[in-house]
């Protein structure tokens, strides 16, 4: 049942990781949920509070009213390309014509104070994108990402199109100034979003929102930032992901072309126009990118016993360490070193970080 699915998802303690892996081991929400007090007793904690029903019926009320939908992970329109991400979401909210998820899809990032110059630039090579049908992805916010939308929906209808997502609720516009073009978006091209209908935007949800941007597409190209940007930080989630990373050159001496600039003498790939975009994606076939087989997705033949779950605690601390490292050091099986990290975080005992590595937590 969706109601069930969205309930695990929304309840305390369960990320994207977790999500999958328990729906890998029991096969539905309803049996994740009903498992959940035991795996955190064996976790050597309570089980998380999971989310009231009632706030989850007014939810998917509300997605209904504003004319959105949701789009679960095991649902066949799910992007393939998002889906091999290790913390894919588990669900999505949409408004509009979800057939552009299926077009191939190139993000687009950079700086909010961006230039005149860069803001130009982006709007002009958004729009030769999507002449050529490919789907321009960005989040939607003042400059760059503003700019690429625009020159994207300027390419017509029958183009690639634009695809916005956005770290708030679907029914909030940020920032307010682009509440015309959010709903423009809606209506003539795609939204997402992955929070709640009335969630304000706060600083936590601008990265779950910038590696569905990074997931989305074949490979992310930065017209400017700043070396310590959001836009980097998306860049960086692309190249984890295996995915293209190109950048627009910029003059030395602006600060705002510094990012790109450290980007290309690092490896991305020089954008002077969008040919030099479609000359890096248009061999790539979408088909082709599929998740590795992994014994970590997989259910363990036995649960882990209780000195498996002493050497695995043991060689956990509060400084983050690789998943691979505790699998190499336990000299455990994959999945039972997983159980058992499954367990820890539904006990309230493990944080989980970025590049797959875990810690305790306090």
Known sequence: MSADRLRLIRSANIGPVTYAQLIARFGTATAAIEAIPMLAARGGGRAPALADPRLIAREMAAVDRLGAAYLFSDDPDYPPLLAVLDNAPPALILRGNRALLRRTGMAMVGARNASAAACRFARQLAHDLAAEGIAVISGLARGIDTAAHIGALGAGASA??????????????????????????AEAALLIAEQPPGTEP??????????????LGLGTVVVEAAPKSGSLITARLAAEAGREVM????????????????LIREGATLVQNAADILEQIRPIDARMMRSPDS?????????????????VTLLLGPVPVAVDELVRQSELPPAI?????LELELAGRLERHA????????
């Not at 609720?169 to 978006?185: K, M, S, T, V, Y």
């Not at 070193?337 to 990290?341: A, E, G, K, R, S």
Request: include cysteine; proline fraction near 10%.
């Open 295 to 311: 014994p970590f997705g997989a259910a363990p033949p036995d649960d882990a016993s209780d000195s498996d779950r002493r050497r």
């Open 355 to 362: 590049g797959a590595r875990v810690s305790l937590t306090g």
């Open 337 to 341: 070193v997983q159980t058992i990290l």
């Open 247 to 262: 950048a627009v050159p910029g003059s030395p001496l602006d600060p705002r072309a510094q990012g790109c600039n450290l």
């Open 202 to 215: 706060r600083a936590r949800h601008f990265p779950y929102r910038n590696r569905i941007i990074a997931g």
């Open 160 to 185: 690639g199109g634009t695809i916005a997502v956005i770290a708030s609720g679907i029914d909030i516009a940020f920032p307010p100034e682009n509440a015309a073009l959010q709903e423009r978006i």
